[in-house]
């Protein structure tokens, strides 16, 4: 009987499950060859099950204007898909005993009086109160000039804008706090905010081909680098975002980090995905922490974790995910825990579609 069931499981998972699992792919590259034909999609693809790649595959160019292809090591801007990473540095410094998740943020930016209810927790689950940060450097700041983190903050304690609402008394997405994240993870640590993510997590997981990169305002050789379009409607045309008036934001906000700002592939992105599944980073309480919502004062259950949005389900069990919007880029990494399914998506056209749920439909069936 014990024999027959191994050989059960054996025969499965060599002839049963690859057949599965080239289906589904088959699915998933039909769902997305259209979209790329009709210019919604251009970008890189990754999903998996159990552990394995299915489907990885790349849908147009890297550079209009040499004519590039992407390829699987392409480089992408993750806009908002870094804050997990950012998140994830918080938790490695609270476990090395450098901080304490309750600690009021007063004690590392002595610079933001009238801010003194916030903890560092409140920054990570959004629910500190604390204003975006855009529509003051958008009204203030001089956009001749490439903004910092430190910046940010100056502006912050000299007009003091007020707090949205009482901290942990309600949810609301925050830049802001993401941006002070990413200063006080330089401040306690010694170390500026792209080192530290390179000697903590880049490197132990083998991400070669991750980086913290400011384009504008510290230029590199970042090999293999998708460059991202805007589609011009008015001129049928895709053109860079730092020559359109409406998104020059991408130069003067280019020197802040925490936010965004980590760049990466989906090769790469799949390995933290992997490593999100053991004790490579943190502990193992740690990791409980990073995937459980916070909670609020009247006992309410947030919307975020460490950097992650986390909904239950009842079709897919637990799906932990996050999306990214710059002028150029468009990323979506979707975790569903229960089942060990990952969906990441990476583009360089920020006019595409992102057909996430069409992706989850063909895995589940």
């Known amino acids: 009987m014990t024999i027959n069931f191994k050989f059960t499981i054996l025969f499965y998972f060599i002839f049963i499950f690859p057949l599965k699992s080239q289906n589904k792919a088959k699915e998933i590259d039909q769902l997305l060859t259209p979209l790329f034909e009709s210019a919604k999609i251009n970008g890189n693809f990754l999903v998996a099950e159990n552990g394995k790649i299915i489907y990885n595959k790349s849908f147009g160019l890297a550079n209009e204007l040499s004519k590039e292809k992407l390829k699987k090591q392409s480089v992408f801007e993750l806009a908002s898909c870094t804050k997990p990473f950012t998140a994830m540095a918080i938790s490695i410094l609270k476990e090395n005993g450098k901080l304490n998740l309750a600690d009021n943020i007063i004690k590392y930016f002595p610079e933001l009086p009238g801010y003194e209810n916030i903890s560092i927790l409140n920054l990570i689950h959004h629910t500190s109160g604390l204003p975006d940060y855009f529509p003051l450097m958008d009204s203030l700041w001089d956009k001749s000039k490439i903004a910092t983190n430190q910046d940010v903050i100056d ?16 949810h609301e997405y925050s830049n802001t706090g993401y941006v002070l994240l990413a200063t006080l993870i330089e401040r306690v640590s010694g170390q500026s905010y792209a080192e530290f993510l390179e000697e903590n997590v880049f490197h132990p997981l083998k991400m070669k081909n991750s980086l ?28 860079l975002p730092d020559d359109y008036g409406k998104t020059s934001m991408v130069f003067w ?46 006992g309410t259950i947030g919307k975020h974790g460490f950097g992650w949005r986390i909904m239950d389900t009842p079709e897919y069990g637990t799906i932990v995910r996050h999306s990214g919007g710059w002028p150029g880029y468009l990323s979506y990494i979707e975790r569903d825990i229960d089942h060990d399914k990952t969906i990441i998506i990476l583009q360089n056209h920020y006019n595409s579609v992102i057909p996430s749920d069409e992706i989850r439909a063909i895995l589940y069936k």
């Open 253 to 298: 906000l280019d020197g802040i980090v925490g936010d965004g700002t980590v760049n990466s592939t989906v090769l790469d992105l799949f390995k933290w995905d992997r490593a999100l599944y053991s004790t490579k980073l943190v502990s193992q309480e740690s990791m409980a922490e990073i995937f459980s919502n916070g909670i609020l004062n009247d």
């Open 212 to 239: 913290v990169y400011r384009r504008r305002y510290a230029p590199q050789k970042v090999k293999n680098y998708a460059l991202g379009y805007l589609y011009l409607k008015t001129e049928n045309k895709l053109i």
């Open 155 to 170: 502006l912050f304690s000299i007009y003091k804008p007020e707090a949205l609402f009482t901290p942990n008394t309600k």
